[in-house]
């Protein structure tokens, strides 16, 4: 089984703001693949169980933790423990502050950076995991934004940034169909 889960924040205070763009790719893979995702208390998160032959021979299992970005390995730990899910079948898209709006960056392993929710995951599971990195970085922004690390990804995205926003998403859903159905070198010499 592999498991695609999508980095954010719960609720609609959070679902705009550019730290949610993992939960964003999500909605957009259960959408395109008629999946629809239902709360487990159990492991605090949103997800769905998906048979796909067209795209993988594997079970796939999507996801949305509930627990915030900072504790997002908690849920992913659990949801690893029980369907008993090895690191390197656990893909997570996330949000990049260092990667320019509408770069997707995937790679087989390494650390977590500066993003918390990816420290916590790396604390919980270990970094021998794929990830799909999506860059939110906005040139237009001021100094003093940029500065600011944590106010500018729970910041909304702006109406300028939306197309490349949508061109961005629409590359990730294909990064991961194409990683399932031939293998993650392929999607990282077509999309990085």
Same mark, same amino acid.
């Given at each position: 089984?592999?498991?695609?889960?999508? $980095?954010?924040?719960?609720?609609? %205070?959070?679902? =705009? *703001?550019?730290?949610?763009?993992?939960?964003?790719? +999500?909605? #957009? !893979?259960?959408?395109?693949?008629?999946?629809?995702?239902?709360?487990?208390?159990?492991?605090?998160?949103?997800?769905?169980?998906?048979?796909?032959?067209?795209?993988?021979?594997?079970?796939?299992?999507?996801?949305?933790?509930?627990?915030?970005?900072?504790?997002?390995?908690?849920?992913?730990?659990?949801?690893?423990?029980?369907?008993?899910?090895?690191?390197?079948?656990?893909?997570?898209?996330?949000?990049?502050?260092? $990667?320019?709006?509408?770069?997707? %960056?995937?790679? =087989? *392993?390494?650390?977590?950076?500066?993003?918390?929710? +990816?420290? #916590? !995951?790396?604390?919980?599971?270990?970094?021998?995991?794929?990830?799909?990195?999506?860059?939110?970085?906005?040139?237009?922004?001021?100094?003093?934004?940029?500065?600011?690390?944590?106010?500018?990804?729970?910041?909304?995205?702006?109406?300028?940034?939306?197309?490349?926003?949508?061109?961005?998403?629409?590359?990730?859903?294909?990064?991961?169909?194409?990683?399932?159905?031939?293998?993650?070198?392929?999607?990282?010499?077509?999309?990085?």
């Amino acid at each position: 089984m592999i498991l695609i889960a999508g $980095l954010g924040n719960p609720g609609p %205070k959070y679902s =705009k *703001t550019r730290h949610n763009v993992g939960f964003v790719a +999500m909605d #957009s !893979i259960a959408y395109k693949w008629q999946a629809e995702f239902k709360y487990e208390k159990k492991f605090n998160a949103e997800i769905a169980e998906i048979s796909r032959p067209e795209v993988s021979t594997e079970a796939i299992l999507i996801a949305k933790p509930h627990t915030f970005m900072n504790n997002s390995g908690e849920a992913i730990q659990k949801i690893a423990h029980f369907y008993k899910i090895h690191p390197e079948n656990i893909w997570i898209i996330y949000d990049d502050v260092d $990667l320019p709006l509408g770069q997707l %960056k995937i790679r =087989k *392993t390494g650390g977590p950076g500066t993003h918390n929710g +990816m420290k #916590s !995951i790396v604390t919980h599971i270990g970094k021998d995991f794929p990830r799909f990195r999506i860059g939110i970085e906005s040139r237009g922004q001021s100094a003093s934004i940029l500065q600011d690390t944590e106010s500018f990804v729970l910041s909304e995205f702006f109406a300028s940034e939306k197309e490349i926003l949508v061109n961005s998403i629409n590359n990730t859903v294909q990064s991961i169909e194409l990683a399932l159905k031939i293998d993650l070198g392929a999607a990282m010499n077509q999309f990085n």
